[in-house]
């Protein structure tokens, strides 16, 4: 049978694991969500420099014409 200094320390012990899986669980969900947001903001900027791409090449088309 553990003493209660023994079962002081492990529920400490416990708790420190639980508190360090929480720390770097929410760190890796963070990095999680900037990789996110960053594939977001790159497929947006794709998007926009292709509108931008079309919009001049139907200006030069219609100058040409």
Known sequence: ???E????SLAESDLDARSDWLVDADL?????SLAD????????????????S???ALVE????S
């Open 5 to 8: 200094i023994e079962a002081e």
């Open 28 to 32: 890796e969900a963070f990095v999680e």
């Open 37 to 52: 947001t960053e594939a977001e903001l790159r497929s947006e900027s794709l998007v926009e420099a292709d509108c931008e």
């Open 54 to 56: 079309r919009s001049e």
């Open 1 to 3: 049978m553990l003493s």
């Open 61 to 64: 088309a219609a100058f040409e």
